[in-house]
């Protein structure tokens, strides 16, 4: 079943107390395909500029992830240039340039209407909504958001949510989307705007998820070397979607599994710069930290 994410493909300069890169590979689409191509194969919607290293991209085709949906197009790639504190949790961004992103406007392949399996990058809600009326009938649809979008594109935003299925975002853009300070009733009313599920990143608190009826948490995993946050969520999303992908199975139980999937490639993603941790690793490496994970929250109850 087709795998298709649509979504930013940047270059990156990353300044943390740990070190420094300078237009890296960033952006949401390749961090996506690079984390959930390790379970499933993805195709990829974006634009890049006539400057973007494409070897780079080809480099990584072979891990099953398919460029054809990405256009090359005159001017320059989208860049952004951030600075993290100590603690990694609160970044500055330093600079952002569009480029050609700022024009971009998502042309599905009819290869790809067929596509199952459905990723909205975090992109303007329109061309999100755009993306919807291109695809014919994807069993799973799910999409990220951010502050500004929240802010400056509410109204086509909360149409997108009617159409969806599953919306992943961080703790403060479901405060600010739903007007609660409380977590779990925020994800409670984004479900009464039309999505069955809600996934809410915390960071290196981990995640939950929200249905009808239960949550479900995942805590984040303890890690002794990070070196940069920047994409972990995009990676969650890889792996969370690249596991549904890859056994058709969208079950409760499957669904939990498909958190602790993402939680895993999130873990990954943040111990090296840019991409360069799944560079590293294979199916093996990551059976065993989600692995890892079980043990990490097993216990017996005593009589």
Known sequence: MALCVVGSIALDSIFTPFGETADALGGSAVYFSVSGSLLHPVKVVGVVGDDFPMAELDRLAPRGIDWSGVERVEGESFRWKGKYSYDLQNRETLETRLGVFADFKPRISDGLRDAQYVFLGNIDPELQLGVLDQVKEPRLVACDTMNYWIHSKRDALMTLLRRIDVLMVNDSEVRELSGDWNVYRA?????????????????????????????????????????????????????????????????????????????????????????????????????????????????????
């Open 187 to 303: 994800a409670r009313w984004i479900l009464k705007q039309g999505p069955r599920l809600a996934v809410i990143k915390q960071g290196v608190y981990g995640a939950v998820l929200v249905d009808q009826d239960q949550f479900f948490y995942v805590p984040g995993f303890p890690l002794e070397d990070v070196f940069d946050p920047t994409g972990a969520g995009d990676a969650f999303a890889g792996g969370f979607m690249g596991h549904l992908a890859r056994t058709g199975d969208l079950s409760t139980a499957n669904v939990r599994r498909a958190m602790v999937y993402g939680s895993a490639m999130g873990s990954f993603a943040v111990e090296r710069f840019s991409t360069a941790r799944f560079d590293e690793i294979g199916p093996a490496e990551v059976t065993a930290r989600v692995r890892a994970f079980s043990d990490l929250v097993h216990f017996d109850i005593l009589p």
